[in-house]
């Protein structure tokens, strides 16, 4: 891989990559309508914004943890299920500060921001496939297991 373009990569703006657009509710809500929000669009989160703060994500992990519960009801305000004041990352970032940040925190999605509004989601999922498009010869031609070393030549 050619580290002067994987360089260019990570230090490529989140403003210069297409970001997924985010889906807003309110935190008076129902949790039903937050999944079904999620589910129309295949969509990992939903933000919760009161006016045009952003206070709080709703993501697939909190449906799986918080609300598969037998007799759960999904008519419940979204308030009190939400990740309060969820960690943004600026669009001004960098596709590495986005990937340490997402490491770090054990995210798989982040809200990026312009000041106060939030303009997109960066997702780990889109990061690995903005990598693969920049280096498909590199991706496509990485063996099943990379650091397998073959004892002869395979072919014909």
């Known amino acids: 891989m050619d580290r002067s373009r994987l360089s260019r990569f990570i230090n490529q703006q989140l403003s210069e990559l297409p970001l997924e657009a985010p889906v807003f509710v309110s935190p008076t809500d129902p949790i039903r309508r937050a999944i079904d929000l999620m589910g129309e669009g295949s969509r990992s989160c939903v933000l919760s914004v009161e006016g045009t703060r952003l206070t709080g994500i709703f993501t697939e992990r909190d449906v799986l943890t918080k609300c598969m519960g037998e007799g759960f009801d999904l ?8 990740t309060p004041s ?8 960098t ?5 340490a940040t997402l490491q770090q925190h054990s995210y798989r999605t982040l809200p990026v921001s312009n000041g106060e509004r939030i303009v997109g989601l960066i997702r780990t999922g889109d990061l690995l496939t903005h990598l693969a498009e920049a280096f498909p010869e590199d991706v496509l031609n990485l063996p099943p297991r990379p650091h397998q070393v073959m004892e002869r030549e395979e072919g014909g």
């Open 95 to 99: 596709v590495g500060e986005a990937i």
């Open 75 to 82: 008519e419940q305000p979204l308030a009190g299920f939400l």
């Open 86 to 93: 969820p960690l943004t990352i600026g669009h001004r970032a």
